[in-house]
C-alpha cells in the first residue's frame, strides 16, 4: 500500500506514473491545476522532465520523496509535473524563458508560474539544501513565496514584460529576410571546422554530443565539393564514438552523450532519437567509402532497437534509463550500475586467458579505467571502450586476427548474457510519432544500402502501427503518444516533418505508392495546421490549445532537427516526386523566413543547409521502369543505392503493382516504358532526361558524375 498518492496515479505516461506516489500534491498539466491556482491565489511550480533523465531522478529523490519539502510546495504553490516528451509544446515556451533568462537549460527544468501561466522564475536542477554554490530547493521555495506575497504586483507585471519580449524575439519576419548566397554552406563547413577536435573527433569540448545533423551535413557537403576534410572530420568522429564508452559494445546501440571529451564516460540513457539519426549517418559513412566498419555499427545499432526498443506491434520505444538498481544492493540506483564492469568480475566470467584478451582490447583495468570521477560513481569500475586494435592484440598473444575476432565475439557474446541477469534499467515504453518517423527512415535506408529483408519488415510494421494507433483517417489527424493502450496529444509540426521524412524514405525502399499518397496527405495537413501563411515556416504547435503561450517556430538542429529543416526537405522531395510547384513555393517560403538566422549562423541549422543545398543543386530524379522484384529491377535499383547521391528522388513504374496507385498524382508516371523489354533507368535533371539506360554499369557512369564520393567507389569498383 503506498502511503501517499496523487493526481498523476490517474495518468498514462511513465515519467507521471513516476511521481504518482511523491508526498507533492502533483497535477498534470491543464485546468484542474490552473483553476486552484487562480481561486487560491498560488503561483505554479512547474516541474519538467522525462522518465529516463538521470538529474530527475536525483531531484526526484533528495526532493520530490522528501516530506518537509513536499509540505512547503503543498502549502504556498500548486505544483505540476510535465512529460518534455509527450508535451514539447509547455517545455519549449517555458525552455525559451529559462535559456533568456539563465542562459543555460536543461532538466529537470524549475519554473515558476502566475497563475495565468506566466513564468517569472526559474531553473534547472536545485539540490535540497545549499550545495555547490547552488541555493538549497527549499530555502529557494520560500523565498518565492515570500517575494509572492510582498512584491505580488510586481511579479505579476514583470512575468507579463518577460512574456512579450520572449513573443518578440521568437517571431519570424520575413521583412527581415536577407538575400542568402551560394557561399552559405561553405560557411556553415568553416564554422563546424574551428569548432572541431582533430584529437578525439567531434565539435566542441566536453561534454560531447552526437548531434548527428552536423556530420550528415558535412558529408553531403563532400559529395558536392570534393572537400576532403569534411569527409575526414566525420569518418574520425564516428570511429572515435563507435570505439568510445558511449558506444555499448556488449548490448549495441549508443549512450546520450560523453561526459568527457574523450567519448570515454557516457551519459548512459539510450534515446530512440540517437539511434535512428546515429544509423543513418553510419549508413551514409559506409554509402560513401564501403568500409565495413560502418555497415557493422549500422547493424549494430539496428539490431540493438530491434530487440530492446520494438514492442510486440512494431512500434519503436521512446528511451532506456541512465539509472538502473545497483547488482546485490537492492533499492540503491545509480548511474550506469548496469553497463559498468569490474576486474575481477569479468575475470571470473571469462577465465583468465579469455579474459586478458578482452581487456586489453576495452582497456580494462585492475583499479576501474575511469579517469574522472569526482562523484565517486565509478570506484574499481570500468566503462568499456576500444584502446587497442586488434592486429596488436594477435602479435601479443600469439594469434592470428580472426582467433581474436572470434575469442573477442564469444567473450562479448557471454559477457553480455551475464550482464541480461542484472536489473534492468527502466525502459520507457511509451510510442511518440515523430521518434518513429525517424526510426522508419533508419530501417528503410539499411535495407536500401544493405539489402537488409528484415530492415524492410520492421520499417513497414511501425509505419503500420502509426497508422493504426496514432492517425485517425476521418479528419487525417497525428497523434504524439500512445501508451498503455491509450493514443492520445494531437501531434505537433515535428510529428508530421519526421513521420513524412520517413514515409519517403520507405517508399524509395519498397516503392509502395501507399506509403507516397499518405506522406502527401499529411503534409497538406501539416500545412492547415502549422503553416505560418503570412511569414512562412511552420510553428511547432497547432494554436488550438489556449494553455501555451507562444507558438514558436523551431529552427536550431540539436539531439533532434527541427521540424522546419525537416519540413524543408521534405517538400523539396515532394516537389520533385510530384512535379507540383507548391511544394517548392512552400520550401522557398521556409527559406525566406529563416534566411537572416541562415545568414547569422548557419552552423546551428546544418540539416537546414543540407536542404539549402538540395533547393540549389542540381536534384536528380530517378525512374526505374520495371516489374517489381524481379531480377533486372532490382539490380537498378541496387546499383542507385550503392553510391551516396544525397540529392536525388527515385521511384518505380511498374505497371503491375505502382502505376495504377500514382497515375492518378502523377500523371508523368504513365509516360514511363521499360526497353525492350527490359527493367530501364530514366535519369532526369531540370525537366529533362538522359537517354534511358539498362545496364548498371551505365547507371552508375551517370549518377557518378558531379558526385565525389560516388565517382570514388565506381572507381574502386572498375579496379
Same mark, same amino acid.
Given at each position: 500500500?503506498?502511503?501517499?498518492?496523487?493526481?498523476?496515479?490517474?495518468?498514462?505516461?511513465?515519467?507521471l506514473?513516476?511521481?504518482?506516489?511523491? =508526498?507533492?500534491?502533483?497535477y498534470?498539466?491543464?485546468?484542474?491545476?490552473?483553476?486552484?491556482?487562480?481561486?487560491?491565489?498560488?503561483?505554479?511550480?512547474?516541474?519538467?522532465?522525462?522518465?529516463?533523465?538521470h538529474?530527475?531522478?536525483?531531484?526526484?529523490?533528495?526532493?520530490?520523496?522528501?516530506?518537509?519539502?513536499?509540505?512547503?510546495?503543498?502549502?504556498?504553490?500548486?505544483?505540476?509535473?510535465?512529460?518534455?516528451?509527450?508535451?514539447?509544446?509547455?517545455?519549449?515556451?517555458?525552455?525559451?524563458?529559462?535559456?533568456?533568462?539563465?542562459?543555460?537549460?536543461?532538466?529537470?527544468?524549475?519554473?515558476?508560474?502566475?497563475?495565468?501561466?506566466?513564468?517569472?522564475?526559474?531553473?534547472?536542477?536545485?539540490?535540497?539544501?545549499?550545495?555547490w554554490?547552488?541555493?538549497?530547493?527549499?530555502?529557494?521555495?520560500?523565498?518565492?513565496?515570500?517575494?509572492?506575497?510582498?512584491?505580488?504586483?510586481?511579479?505579476?507585471?514583470?512575468?507579463?514584460?518577460?512574456?512579450?519580449?520572449?513573443?518578440?524575439?521568437?517571431?519570424?519576419?520575413?521583412?527581415?529576410?536577407?538575400?542568402l548566397?551560394?557561399?552559405?554552406?561553405?560557411?556553415?563547413?568553416?564554422?563546424?571546422?574551428?569548432?572541431?577536435?582533430?584529437?578525439?573527433?567531434?565539435?566542441?569540448?566536453?561534454?560531447?554530443?552526437?548531434?548527428?545533423?552536423?556530420?550528415?551535413?558535412?558529408?553531403?557537403?563532400?559529395?558536392?565539393?570534393?572537400?576532403?576534410?569534411?569527409?575526414?572530420?566525420?569518418?574520425?568522429t564516428?570511429?572515435?564514438?563507435?570505439?568510445?564508452?558511449?558506444h555499448?559494445?556488449?548490448?549495441?546501440?549508443f549512450?546520450?552523450?560523453?561526459?568527457?571529451?574523450?567519448?570515454?564516460?557516457?551519459?548512459?540513457?539510450?534515446?530512440?532519437?540517437?539511434?535512428?539519426?546515429?544509423?543513418?549517418?553510419?549508413?551514409?559513412?559506409?554509402?560513401l567509402?564501403?568500409?565495413a566498419?560502418?555497415?557493422?555499427?549500422?547493424?549494430?545499432?539496428?539490431?540493438?532497437?530491434?530487440?530492446?526498443?520494438?514492442?510486440?506491434?512494431?512500434?519503436?520505444?521512446?528511451?532506456?534509463?541512465?539509472?538502473?538498481e545497483?547488482?546485490?544492493?537492492?533499492?540503491?540506483?545509480a548511474e550506469?550500475?548496469?553497463?559498468?564492469?569490474?576486474?575481477?568480475?569479468?575475470?571470473?566470467?571469462?577465465?583468465?586467458?579469455?579474459?586478458?584478451?578482452?581487456?586489453?582490447?576495452?582497456?580494462?583495468?585492475k583499479?576501474?579505467?575511469?579517469?574522472?570521477?569526482?562523484?565517486?560513481?565509478?570506484?574499481?569500475?570500468?566503462?568499456?571502450?576500444?584502446?587497442?586494435?586488434?592486429?596488436?592484440?594477435?602479435?601479443?598473444?600469439?594469434?592470428?586476427?580472426?582467433?581474436?575476432?572470434?575469442?573477442?565475439?564469444?567473450?562479448?557474446?557471454?559477457?553480455?548474457?551475464?550482464?541480461?541477469?542484472?536489473?534492468?534499467?527502466?525502459?520507457?515504453?511509451?510510442t511518440?510519432?515523430?521518434?518513429?518517423?525517424l526510426?522508419?527512415?533508419?530501417?528503410?535506408?539499411?535495407?536500401?544500402?544493405?539489402?537488409?529483408?528484415?530492415?524492410?519488415?520492421?520499417?513497414?510494421?511501425?509505419?503500420?502501427?502509426?497508422?493504426?494507433?496514432?492517425?485517425?483517417?476521418?479528419?487525417?489527424?497525428?497523434?504524439?503518444?500512445?501508451?498503455?493502450?491509450?493514443?492520445?496529444?494531437?501531434?505537433?509540426?515535428?510529428?508530421?516533418?519526421?513521420?513524412?521524412?520517413?514515409?519517403?524514405?520507405?517508399?524509395?525502399?519498397?516503392?509502395?505508392?501507399?506509403?507516397?499518397?499518405?506522406?502527401?496527405?499529411?503534409?497538406?495537413?501539416?500545412d492547415?495546421?502549422?503553416?505560418?501563411?503570412?511569414?512562412?515556416?511552420?510553428?511547432?504547435?497547432?494554436?488550438?490549445?489556449?494553455?501555451?503561450?507562444?507558438?514558436?517556430?523551431?529552427?536550431?538542429?540539436?539531439?533532434? =532537427?527541427?521540424?522546419?529543416?525537416?519540413?524543408?526537405?521534405?517538400?523539396?522531395?515532394?516537389a520533385?516526386?510530384?512535379?507540383?510547384?507548391?511544394?517548392?513555393?512552400?520550401?522557398?517560403?521556409?527559406?525566406?523566413?529563416?534566411?537572416?538566422?541562415?545568414?547569422?549562423?548557419?552552423?546551428?541549422?546544418?540539416?537546414?543547409?543540407?536542404?539549402?543545398?538540395?533547393h540549389?543543386?542540381?536534384?536528380r530524379?530517378?525512374?526505374?521502369?520495371?516489374?517489381?522484384?524481379?531480377?533486372?529491377?532490382?539490380?537498378?535499383?541496387?546499383?542507385?543505392?550503392?553510391?551516396?547521391?544525397?540529392?536525388?528522388?527515385?521511384?518505380?513504374a511498374?505497371?503491375?503493382?505502382?502505376?495504377?496507385?500514382?497515375?492518378?498524382h502523377?500523371?508523368?508516371?504513365?509516360?514511363?516504358?521499360?526497353?525492350?523489354?527490359?527493367?530501364?533507368a530514366?535519369?532526369?535533371?531540370?525537366?529533362?532526361?538522359?537517354? =534511358?539506360?539498362?545496364?548498371?554499369?551505365?547507371?552508375?557512369?551517370?549518377?557518378?558524375?558531379?558526385?565525389?564520393?560516388a565517382?570514388?567507389?565506381?572507381?574502386?569498383?572498375?579496379?
Amino acid at each position: 500500500m503506498q502511503k501517499y498518492t496523487n493526481k498523476l496515479a490517474n495518468e498514462k505516461n511513465p515519467y507521471l506514473l513516476q511521481h504518482a506516489h511523491n =508526498p507533492v500534491d502533483w497535477y498534470p498539466w491543464g485546468e484542474e491545476a490552473f483553476a486552484k491556482a487562480r481561486e487560491e491565489n498560488k503561483p505554479i511550480f512547474l516541474s519538467i522532465g522525462y522518465s529516463t533523465c538521470h538529474w530527475c531522478h536525483v531531484m526526484a529523490r533528495e526532493s520530490f520523496e522528501s516530506t518537509a519539502i513536499a509540505e512547503v510546495l503543498n502549502r504556498y504553490f500548486v505544483s505540476v509535473k510535465v512529460d518534455r516528451e509527450e508535451r514539447p509544446d509547455v517545455d519549449r515556451v517555458y525552455m525559451t524563458f529559462i535559456q533568456a533568462t539563465t542562459g543555460g537549460g536543461g532538466w529537470p527544468m524549475s519554473v515558476w508560474l502566475t497563475p495565468d501561466l506566466k513564468p517569472f522564475f526559474g531553473g534547472t536542477y536545485y539540490p535540497p539544501e545549499e550545495r555547490w554554490g547552488r541555493i538549497g530547493f527549499k530555502n529557494l521555495l520560500l523565498k518565492i513565496a515570500d517575494a509572492w506575497r510582498t512584491d505580488h504586483a510586481g511579479i505579476i507585471a514583470s512575468s507579463a514584460d518577460m512574456l512579450e519580449r520572449l513573443r518578440q524575439a521568437t517571431t519570424t519576419k520575413t521583412t527581415d529576410a536577407v538575400q542568402l548566397e551560394r557561399t552559405l554552406p561553405d560557411r556553415a563547413y568553416q564554422q563546424l571546422k574551428e569548432s572541431y577536435d582533430p584529437v578525439q573527433g567531434g565539435f566542441g569540448d566536453a561534454p560531447k554530443f552526437p548531434r548527428p545533423s552536423a556530420p550528415d551535413f558535412l558529408l553531403r557537403y563532400y559529395a558536392r565539393t570534393g572537400t576532403r576534410d569534411a569527409l575526414e572530420m566525420v569518418l574520425f568522429t564516428l570511429r572515435k564514438m563507435a570505439d568510445g564508452g558511449m558506444h555499448d559494445h556488449l548490448g549495441g546501440g549508443f549512450h546520450r552523450y560523453a561526459v568527457d571529451e574523450r567519448w570515454h564516460v557516457p551519459h548512459f540513457e539510450k534515446m530512440l532519437y540517437d539511434q535512428a539519426q546515429l544509423a543513418n549517418s553510419y549508413l551514409d559513412a559506409y554509402q560513401l567509402t564501403h568500409e565495413a566498419f560502418y555497415a557493422e555499427v549500422a547493424r549494430d545499432i539496428l539490431h540493438y532497437v530491434r530487440r530492446d526498443m520494438t514492442g510486440t506491434q512494431g512500434q519503436f520505444y521512446s528511451a532506456e534509463d541512465a539509472d538502473s538498481e545497483v547488482p546485490g544492493r537492492p533499492g540503491k540506483h545509480a548511474e550506469g550500475a548496469f553497463y559498468v564492469w569490474e576486474h575481477d568480475e569479468i575475470d571470473s566470467i571469462l577465465g583468465h586467458r579469455h579474459a586478458a584478451i578482452f581487456n586489453c582490447r576495452y582497456g580494462v583495468e585492475k583499479n576501474g579505467n575511469v579517469l574522472n570521477d569526482p562523484h565517486g560513481e565509478f570506484h574499481n569500475r570500468n566503462v568499456l571502450i576500444v584502446s587497442r586494435p586488434v592486429e596488436e592484440l594477435a602479435k601479443q598473444f600469439g594469434l592470428s586476427e580472426a582467433e581474436i575476432e572470434k575469442t573477442l565475439s564469444a567473450s562479448r557474446a557471454l559477457l553480455r548474457e551475464k550482464r541480461d541477469l542484472r536489473p534492468r534499467p527502466h525502459l520507457d515504453d511509451k510510442t511518440i510519432t515523430a521518434w518513429n518517423g525517424l526510426m522508419i527512415s533508419a530501417y528503410a535506408r539499411a535495407y536500401q544500402i544493405l539489402g537488409d529483408e528484415d530492415c524492410l519488415m520492421t520499417a513497414t510494421a511501425a509505419t503500420v502501427f502509426v497508422r493504426e494507433n496514432l492517425y485517425t483517417p476521418t479528419n487525417g489527424i497525428l497523434l504524439r503518444r500512445y501508451f498503455d493502450g491509450e493514443a492520445a496529444i494531437e501531434g505537433y509540426a515535428d510529428d508530421y516533418a519526421l513521420m513524412i521524412h520517413g514515409l519517403l524514405d520507405l517508399y524509395e525502399a519498397s516503392f509502395d505508392g501507399a506509403h507516397l499518397k499518405w506522406a502527401i496527405g499529411l503534409q497538406k495537413m501539416q500545412d492547415r495546421l502549422f503553416l505560418d501563411t503570412r511569414e512562412g515556416g511552420y510553428f511547432g504547435t497547432s494554436g488550438n490549445d489556449k494553455t501555451i503561450l507562444m507558438r514558436i517556430q523551431e529552427d536550431y538542429d540539436g539531439a533532434e =532537427p527541427s521540424a522546419n529543416s525537416v519540413s524543408l526537405q521534405n517538400l523539396l522531395r515532394l516537389a520533385q516526386m510530384t512535379g507540383n510547384q507548391e511544394f517548392r513555393a512552400q520550401a522557398e517560403q521556409i527559406i525566406a523566413a529563416f534566411s537572416p538566422k541562415l545568414e547569422q549562423a548557419p552552423h546551428a541549422m546544418p540539416r537546414m543547409i543540407s536542404a539549402f543545398d538540395f533547393h540549389f543543386d542540381t536534384p536528380r530524379q530517378i525512374i526505374i521502369a520495371g516489374k517489381s522484384g524481379a531480377a533486372d529491377t532490382r539490380e537498378l535499383i541496387r546499383t542507385l543505392h550503392e553510391l551516396f547521391i544525397p540529392y536525388k528522388t527515385v521511384m518505380l513504374a511498374d505497371e503491375a503493382t505502382i502505376r495504377r496507385k500514382l497515375e492518378t498524382h502523377f500523371n508523368f508516371i504513365a509516360s514511363i516504358e521499360p526497353v525492350d523489354g527490359k527493367a530501364t533507368a530514366y535519369v532526369c535533371e531540370n525537366g529533362s532526361c538522359k537517354l =534511358p539506360v539498362t545496364d548498371p554499369r551505365d547507371l552508375r557512369a551517370y549518377l557518378s558524375h558531379g558526385y565525389y564520393g560516388a565517382h570514388e567507389i565506381m572507381e574502386r569498383k572498375e579496379e
